[in-house]
């Protein structure tokens, strides 16, 4: 069992959940509601990863929040 951290934003205009593997072109989807998300999230990854290991671009570190005045 593998495990990718995923970054989950919501579409202002349409309200659709839109899902991306940072680092990895072609690792993003989008779905109605979180459920429907993660599968096809997990579908994309699947698929990509028959064409074997990912060549991330770059690595994930963290979500920080900056205050300005």
């Not at 951290?5 to 309200?15: H, I, K, L, N, S």
């Not at 959940?17 to 109605?32: E, I, K, N, Y």
Request: no cysteine.
């Amino acid at each position: 069992m593998r495990s990718f951290q995923v970054v989950v934003e919501r579409d202002a205009e349409t309200g659709i959940l839109v899902g991306r593997v940072p680092g990895w072109p072609g690792a993003h989807s989008q779905g109605a509601d979180d459920d429907e998300l993660q599968e096809n999230l997990r579908e994309v990854i699947e698929m990509l990863l028959e064409d074997g290991e990912p060549q991330l671009e770059s690595e994930f570190i963290d979500v920080r929040t900056i205050s300005v005045a």
